[in-house]
């Protein structure tokens, strides 16, 4: 994983395994999946995956690899998790921290980007179990009353993404 300080500048690299155990700030990016009826797209993850395994969270999320823009990240992984291109747009980039169910720490500065997609994914069965369009506040209500259901990060970033969404009149 590429290691960063605070203004997003490169400083070095560590796997990923040793970055979570010592919460180190690393580069990452979420995407945020949207159709034409104001839905996004939720993904639960695999069953297999070593932390956070069934819980739902946004599109699509990783890190970028070295040499990597986030959009070609973004859009790199979403086609490895959910079989689908699209274009991306980064909307904002923020640092948070958030511990996993297992004792590892996500410390990311992360990139929200959005795209626009019609139709059903093609999903990869080892990182997706299963995915559903919802409308966003549904989603903001889902959290609320069953936060359990959700992923650390997903929770932290969604309420930022529902933000800007608010702001930029993507949603009443």
Not at 96 to 116: C, I, Q, R, S, W
Request: net charge negative; with cysteine.
């Amino acid at each position: 994983m590429i290691l960063v300080n605070q203004k997003d500048e490169e400083i070095g690299t560590m796997p990923k395994m040793e970055a979570h155990e010592k919460a180190v700030l690393h580069r990452a990016f979420s995407v945020f999946i949207m159709n034409a009826k104001g839905e996004t797209m939720l993904q639960q993850r695999a069953a297999e995956k070593y932390h956070s395994p069934l819980l739902w969270t946004n599109t699509c999320c990783s890190h970028q690899r070295l040499g990597e823009s986030n959009i070609e990240a973004g859009k790199r992984r979403l086609q490895e998790e959910m079989g689908f291109k699209t274009e991306l747009k980064e909307l904002f980039s923020f640092i948070y921290k958030a511990p996993f169910d297992n004792g590892l720490t996500e410390h990311e500065l992360d990139h929200v980007m959005m795209g626009f997609f019609e139709g059903d994914p093609q999903i990869n069965k080892e990182e997706v179990a299963s995915w559903k369009w919802m409308r966003p506040e549904d989603i903001k209500q889902d959290i609320q009353s069953a936060p359990q259901k959700y992923t650390a990060w997903f929770k932290i970033i969604f309420e930022k993404f529902y933000d800007h969404l608010i702001q930029n009149r993507n949603i009443s």
